[in-house]
Structure formats: structure tokens, C-alpha cells
């Protein structure tokens, strides 16, 4: 019930692959755009030299071509990343994605918009521009069109160098198809290194549910009932993961909810708080209340990352996430530092019937 594709594969001068967003077509076709890392100095690190690419799938995620790059680095970016693509209620599609600016402490968050089906795209303006302090998604990069419309876009903030920041969620908000953007009052906080990342889903009766990376050994959740004006305090899930991306979508078919995440044990001796690994998946069918972890989609000897997920109407799974053999795995002491190269852009097709 799942098949495992290799979208973009590391090699010679592409150390890595990640952060990828689906589109499917009008005709059928699926669009799939990623960041693609080139040999720098910066290798496959977080601020190493990367663009927007894009794939074509004409058999529904089985193979991929029709290469091309979309978005370029600018003076004074060290990369552009995370794109992430919505279809408006317009028809029209919209693509956000970072400039990360040299210094690493600064960011802006760009749009391109298309009105024939991803074949052209133009600049569409921004949702901020040169951030004090490194504002991003990383790898949760999803906007959210919800169902009167609006536009919402999770990201988190903080001032100073992206490794070292103390992070805080906000969203900004748009009701005019992203010509303009406002920032909401609300912000969500927790302790330690504070709240990263965060997934945004919407419930039936339009309450808004958000999954968060954290340090504190579980994924965490917060509730809005006003269309993301303002959130609650968040609270644990009590499903266990290491510091790491996570991914919440409801399942058009019943309006349950799923969460892909990496279900391993807390453990602070290691990066990032634990093993990335293996690659999960957990279903809530009472509105994020309880969860039970379904199973795993992927394991080692291999890290999972940087997650993103376009649920099919009849209830499957397109998820998007970088895999990287890590030989941590392999040594008990973890004594090898974390890889970031040799990462792949890989993609699982979930039929409707593995997350019951």
C-alpha cells in the first residue's frame, strides 16, 4: 500500500535534495518543486548555495522529468529554499519560498504567482522582506488556504544566527489572494531552543489544529478558533519524537487527522534530541485529542526530514521527505557528527487504506 520513489538523487555537485511542494494539474499532471543544493562553501548545509527546481510526473508520482530551475539566488543571497506551492480560490497557483541574505541573521519571504497551471510563473511581491533575525518555515513548507479563503502562513522568528536563535511561531495572514499580508497578534513560545516549524490543518467545523518541533521529547499542539488571529498554549500530544519536522493533514475522505513525524525516543545526549528516525505516521479521529501511531513508513539505517504531504481527494498520500544513510546509526557512541550530504529527495505514495 505504499510505493517509494527517488525524485531528485545526490551526486556529483548536488550534495543535497530537500524541502520539496506537489501541485497537482488541471490535465492530471503533478508539478513538484524543491530546493537543490550545488557544491559551495557551504556544502549541503543549511546555508550553502541552493535553487528552486522543478519536476514533471505525467503516471501520478511514479517518475519524474522535465528538469528546470524556477527561482535564482539574488546579490546578496547565500541560497533561496522551502517552496511550497497553493492553489488559490482564483484557480491561479502561488509559490513561496526564502532568500536567505549573507550573514545568515536575515530572510525574506517571496512570491510567484501563475495563472496558467504552473507553465509561467511572475513575482507576486512578499510576505516580509529583510527580517532582523533568520525568519523561516524550514522544512514544514505549507501555506494553508483555508475554507473561506484565507491565506495562512505559519512560520517561526527569532533575532540572531538561525543555529543559536530562540524561536517563536507566529502566522501572517492574507484575504486577498496574497496581494497583501498582515501579521497576527499571536504568538505561540515554548522552552529551550522554542517552537519550530509548525504544520497547520484545518478541522471540519473550521477550528485550525497546529503540530510543532520542540526539544521537550514530544511533538506539541496548539488550537486557534479564530482563522489564526490567536492560538492556545500549547500542549504535548504525548506522541513521543526527537527535535525534527513534523507534518498534520486531515484526510479529505473522513476529516480525521494524520500526523507524519519521526517516531523515536527523546534522547538529549544526541543532535537534534534523538534519532530522525524511523519515518511515521499517527491518526487522531477525534480532532487531535488522542492520537494512535498507525506505523512506520520508512527506517534506517536512515535519517527522515523535512516533511511535506498533498493528500489526494480520495484520501491518500503524496509525502514528500530527504533521506540520508546516516552512519550514526551504525555507532552506539554517536560519534560522528550530522550529515548533510548525500541527501535525496524522496516520495511515498500512501494508498487511502494504510493510515485504517
Same mark, same amino acid.
Request: proline share 5%.
Given at each position: 500500500?505504499?510505493?517509494?520513489?527517488?525524485?531528485?538523487?545526490?551526486?556529483?555537485?548536488?550534495?543535497?535534495?530537500? +524541502?520539496?511542494?506537489?501541485?497537482?494539474?488541471?490535465?492530471?499532471?503533478?508539478?513538484?518543486?524543491? #530546493?537543490?543544493?550545488?557544491?559551495?562553501?557551504?556544502?549541503?548545509?543549511?546555508?550553502?548555495?541552493?535553487?528552486?527546481?522543478?519536476?514533471?510526473?505525467?503516471?501520478?508520482?511514479?517518475?519524474?522529468?522535465?528538469?528546470?530551475?524556477?527561482?535564482?539566488?539574488?546579490?546578496?543571497?547565500?541560497?533561496?529554499?522551502?517552496?511550497?506551492?497553493?492553489?488559490?480560490?482564483?484557480?491561479?497557483?502561488?509559490?513561496?519560498?526564502?532568500?536567505?541574505?549573507?550573514?545568515?541573521?536575515?530572510?525574506?519571504?517571496?512570491?510567484?504567482?501563475? +495563472?496558467?497551471?504552473?507553465?509561467?510563473?511572475?513575482?507576486?511581491?512578499?510576505?516580509?522582506?529583510?527580517?532582523?533575525?533568520?525568519?523561516? !518555515?524550514?522544512?514544514?513548507?505549507?501555506?494553508?488556504?483555508?475554507?473561506?479563503?484565507?491565506?495562512?502562513?505559519?512560520?517561526?522568528?527569532?533575532?540572531? #544566527?538561525?543555529?543559536?536563535?530562540?524561536? +517563536?511561531?507566529?502566522?501572517?495572514?492574507?484575504?486577498?489572494?496574497?496581494?497583501?499580508?498582515? !501579521?497576527?497578534?499571536?504568538?505561540?513560545?515554548?522552552?529551550?531552543?522554542?517552537?519550530?516549524?509548525?504544520?497547520?490543518?484545518?478541522?471540519?467545523?473550521?477550528?485550525?489544529?497546529?503540530?510543532?518541533?520542540?526539544?521537550?521529547?514530544?511533538?506539541?499542539?496548539?488550537?486557534?478558533?479564530?482563522?489564526?488571529?490567536?492560538?492556545?498554549?500549547?500542549?504535548?500530544?504525548?506522541?513521543?519524537?526527537?527535535?525534527?519536522?513534523?507534518?498534520?493533514?486531515?484526510?479529505?475522505?473522513?476529516?480525521?487527522?494524520?500526523?507524519?513525524?519521526?517516531?523515536?525516543?527523546?534522547?538529549?545526549?544526541?543532535?537534534?534530541?534523538?534519532?530522525? +528516525?524511523?519515518?511515521?505516521?499517527?491518526?487522531?479521529?477525534?480532532?487531535?485529542?488522542?492520537?494512535?501511531?498507525?506505523?512506520?513508513?520508512?527506517?534506517?539505517?536512515?535519517?527522515?526530514?523535512?516533511?511535506?504531504?498533498?493528500?489526494?481527494?480520495?484520501?491518500?498520500?503524496?509525502?514528500?521527505?530527504?533521506?540520508?544513510?546516516?552512519?550514526?546509526?551504525?555507532?552506539?557512541?554517536?560519534?560522528?557528527?550530522?550529515?548533510?550530504?548525500?541527501?535525496?529527495?524522496?516520495?511515498?505514495?500512501?494508498?487511502?487504506?494504510?493510515?485504517?
Amino acid at each position: 500500500m505504499i510505493e517509494y520513489v527517488t525524485v531528485a538523487e545526490a551526486g556529483a555537485g548536488n550534495p543535497r535534495n530537500d +524541502t520539496a511542494s506537489i501541485m497537482p494539474l488541471s490535465d492530471g499532471r503533478l508539478l513538484l518543486v524543491w #530546493h537543490k543544493y550545488e557544491d559551495s562553501p557551504g556544502g549541503g548545509s543549511d546555508f550553502g548555495l541552493c535553487r528552486i527546481y522543478s519536476k514533471m510526473s505525467r503516471d501520478g508520482g511514479r517518475s519524474w522529468g522535465e528538469e528546470k530551475m524556477l527561482v535564482d539566488v539574488l546579490p546578496g543571497d547565500h541560497n533561496v529554499q522551502a517552496p511550497g506551492m497553493s492553489r488559490l480560490p482564483s484557480g491561479d497557483l502561488l509559490l513561496h519560498c526564502l532568500r536567505g541574505h549573507h550573514g545568515a541573521s536575515s530572510s525574506t519571504m517571496c512570491l510567484f504567482r501563475s +495563472t496558467d497551471d504552473g507553465l509561467t510563473w511572475r513575482e507576486a511581491g512578499s510576505v516580509w522582506e529583510r527580517s532582523e533575525g533568520q525568519w523561516l !518555515q524550514g522544512g514544514a513548507n505549507h501555506m494553508n488556504v483555508l475554507a473561506d479563503g484565507r491565506l495562512l502562513l505559519p512560520f517561526h522568528f527569532g533575532t540572531g #544566527h538561525q543555529g543559536s536563535q530562540h524561536n +517563536t511561531i507566529g502566522c501572517f495572514l492574507s484575504d486577498d489572494e496574497g496581494r497583501s499580508w498582515r !501579521q497576527a497578534d499571536s504568538v505561540v513560545d515554548l522552552p529551550m531552543r522554542g517552537a519550530m516549524e509548525a504544520s497547520v490543518a484545518e478541522l471540519a467545523d473550521g477550528r485550525l489544529i497546529m503540530s510543532i518541533r520542540t526539544q521537550l521529547g514530544a511533538v506539541f499542539l496548539s488550537h486557534s478558533g479564530d482563522r489564526g488571529e490567536t492560538w492556545s498554549l500549547p500542549q504535548t500530544s504525548s506522541v513521543p519524537a526527537p527535535e525534527s519536522c513534523t507534518c498534520l493533514r486531515t484526510i479529505p475522505s473522513t476529516g480525521d487527522l494524520v500526523l507524519f513525524y519521526n517516531g523515536s525516543q527523546y534522547d538529549p545526549a544526541r543532535h537534534h534530541f534523538g534519532l530522525r +528516525t524511523p519515518l511515521s505516521a499517527a491518526l487522531s479521529r477525534d480532532g487531535g485529542s488522542t492520537w494512535r501511531k498507525i506505523g512506520d513508513i520508512e527506517n534506517g539505517p536512515y535519517e527522515y526530514m523535512n516533511l511535506n504531504c498533498r493528500m489526494t481527494e480520495k484520501g491518500g498520500a503524496l509525502l514528500t521527505y530527504a533521506k540520508v544513510e546516516d552512519p550514526q546509526l551504525m555507532h552506539s557512541d554517536g560519534s560522528l557528527p550530522f550529515k548533510r550530504k548525500g541527501l535525496d529527495l524522496c516520495l511515498a505514495l500512501i494508498e487511502p487504506e494504510w493510515f485504517y
